[in-house]
């Protein structure tokens, strides 16, 4: 059965589609996190960073080349942002497909919550 993310690649259910190549989509986060959070996904269904193969390096260098180009057209090159890649438990990854998240248009403050 395919993933959550293939579904929307493959339209079966409904995203906010912001950008599409032949390697790679993005898409509008459900749940945002920030004024902008886009989900970029490469089309080929890798379930964690740790299932990466070494013909996926082109769609992963896209992943980044495509943040740039929407932190540019969201408007939030300049101010700043903040890319992430969860893998795993440790790392809250809920849909094992892959994904770049891209936020911003606010401070995002530390890159982790502080332990006190
Ligand atoms: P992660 O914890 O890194 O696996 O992130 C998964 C992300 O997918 C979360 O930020 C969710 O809000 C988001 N998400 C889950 N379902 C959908 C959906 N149908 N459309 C858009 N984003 C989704």
């Known amino acids: 059965m395919?993933?959550?993310?293939?579904?929307?690649?493959?339209?079966?259910?409904?995203a906010d589609i912001v950008y599409e190549d032949d390697l790679t989509l993005a898409f509008r986060d459900i749940a945002?996190?920030?004024p902008v959070h886009?989900?970029?996904?490469?089309?080929?269904?890798?379930?964690?960073?740790n299932d990466?193969?070494?013909?996926?390096?082109?769609a992963l260098g896209r992943l980044l080349r495509?943040?740039?180009?929407?932190?540019?057209?969201e408007g939030i090159a300049q101010d700043?942002?903040?890319?992430i890649?969860?893998?795993?438990?440790?790392?809250?990854?809920?849909?094992?497909?892959?994904?770049?998240?891209?936020l911003g248009g606010r401070n995002l403050g530390p890159m982790l919550a502080r332990q006190t």
């Open 80 to 83: 700043g942002y903040r890319l």
């Open 85 to 102: 890649v969860n893998c795993n438990e440790h790392g809250g990854q809920e849909v094992f497909h892959l994904h770049l998240h891209l």
């Open 2 to 14: 395919s993933s959550l993310f293939a579904k929307i690649i493959a339209r079966e259910i409904p």
């Open 32 to 34: 945002p996190q920030a």
């Open 52 to 58: 990466v193969m070494p013909a996926d390096e082109a």
């Open 66 to 73: 495509v943040a740039a180009k929407l932190a540019a057209s």
């Open 38 to 49: 886009i989900l970029i996904i490469p089309k080929r269904e890798i379930a964690t960073v």
